[in-house]
C-alpha cells in the first residue's frame, strides 16, 4: 500500500509560481504522476505530467510543456511538480498518482494506470 499525501497548493497571483509536492509512505512506486480537477466547471481529470523514478523520464500534456516541471527524489519517495507563469485557468485541485509499475508513453496520461491518489491540493489562481 502506497499513501501520499500533496502539499504546497495556495492562492496565487497570475504570473506567480508554485511547487506541489508529494509524499509517498509504503511501498515503492514505479511511476508517479500529476493530475488535475476543476470542481468549478465540472471538468474531468486533467492529465498533467508524469515521470519514471529510475529512469527520471519525464513526460508532459501539451499545455504543461513550458510551465510545469515534474521531478522526483526516489530516496526519499517525494514527487514534485514546479508550475511557473500560473494563470486563471490553472486553478484546480491538483492530484499526485502513483503506479506499482513503469507507465509507458502510451500510458502516462491515463487515470487507470495509476493505482494511487492522494486528497488533492487546492491551486487558485486570481488577482
Known amino acids: 500500500q502506497v499513501q501520499l499525501v500533496e502539499s504546497g497548493g495556495g492562492l496565487v497571483q497570475p504570473g506567480g509560481s508554485l511547487r506541489l509536492s508529494c509524499a509517498a509512505s509504503?511501498?515503492?512506486?514505479?511511476?508517479a504522476a500529476w493530475f488535475r480537477r476543476d470542481l468549478r466547471n465540472e471538468r474531468d481529470y486533467e492529465y498533467v505530467?508524469?515521470?519514471?523514478?529510475?529512469?527520471?523520464?519525464?513526460y508532459y500534456a501539451d499545455f504543461a510543456k513550458g510551465r510545469f516541471i515534474i521531478s522526483g527524489d526516489n530516496a526519499k519517495k517525494m514527487v514534485f511538480l514546479q508550475i511557473d507563469d500560473l494563470k486563471t485557468e490553472d486553478t484546480a485541485t491538483y492530484y499526485c498518482?502513483?503506479?506499482?509499475?513503469?507507465?509507458?508513453?502510451?500510458?502516462?496520461?491515463?487515470?487507470?494506470?495509476?493505482?494511487?491518489w492522494g486528497q488533492g491540493t487546492q491551486v487558485t489562481v486570481s488577482s
Open positions: 509504503g511501498d515503492t512506486f514505479a511511476s
Open positions: 498518482a502513483e503506479a506499482r509499475y513503469e507507465a509507458t508513453a502510451l500510458t502516462v496520461h491515463s487515470r487507470v494506470s495509476y493505482d494511487y
Open positions: 505530467a508524469a515521470i519514471t523514478m529510475n529512469s527520471g523520464t519525464t
